[in-house]
């Protein structure tokens, strides 16, 4: 894993988005909102591109869901969609059940790299320290 430096990606880079980066961001937490901004500012800029995958949306919306939110939920679902919104396909799926047995991580994680992996993102972003084994993508933290 490195650390994220959104200023030293390359222009047009894919980035795969794993849901705590866009929750910390949107709901505003006082100190990791800071750390991934910066992503977030540059993709609205048109110099990022990002991707997201169902299981993030799903993750994301459970948030104002929850709290019964359903104006918040439809604003924060426009956002993700406007996004590479990234399906579970039957290849994902399986090439997730391979990074879980090997990497021995929960299946959103798989999930995710294996998304990652699928679209040839440049990284991953996260705040998971459970892909701290996958060496087979760049992740950014």
């Known amino acids: 894993m490195e650390p994220l430096d959104a200023a030293a990606l390359p222009d047009g880079a894919l980035l795969l988005v ?4 866009i929750i910390y961001v949107l709901d505003g937490h ?20 990002l991707a997201v995958t169902t299981i993030t949306i799903a993750e994301v919306l459970s948030g104002p ?5 359903e104006v918040l939920a439809r604003r924060y ?26 990497l021995k991580v ?25 892909f701290a084994r996958l060496t087979s993508l760049r992740v950014l933290s």
């Open 18 to 21: 794993d849901s705590a980066p």
């Open 30 to 49: 006082p100190q990791l909102a800071r750390r991934f901004a910066p992503l977030f500012d540059r993709h609205a800029r048109g110099e990022l591109r």
């Open 65 to 69: 869901l929850g709290a019964g939110d």
């Open 77 to 102: 679902r426009v956002v993700l969609e406007s996004w590479q919104v990234i399906d579970l396909s039957i290849d994902i799926a399986e090439s997730a059940a391979r990074l879980r047995k090997a």
């Open 106 to 130: 929960k299946l959103p994680d798989a999930i995710q790299a294996a998304s990652a992996l699928a679209i040839n993102a440049d990284a991953l972003v996260t705040h998971d320290r459970d």
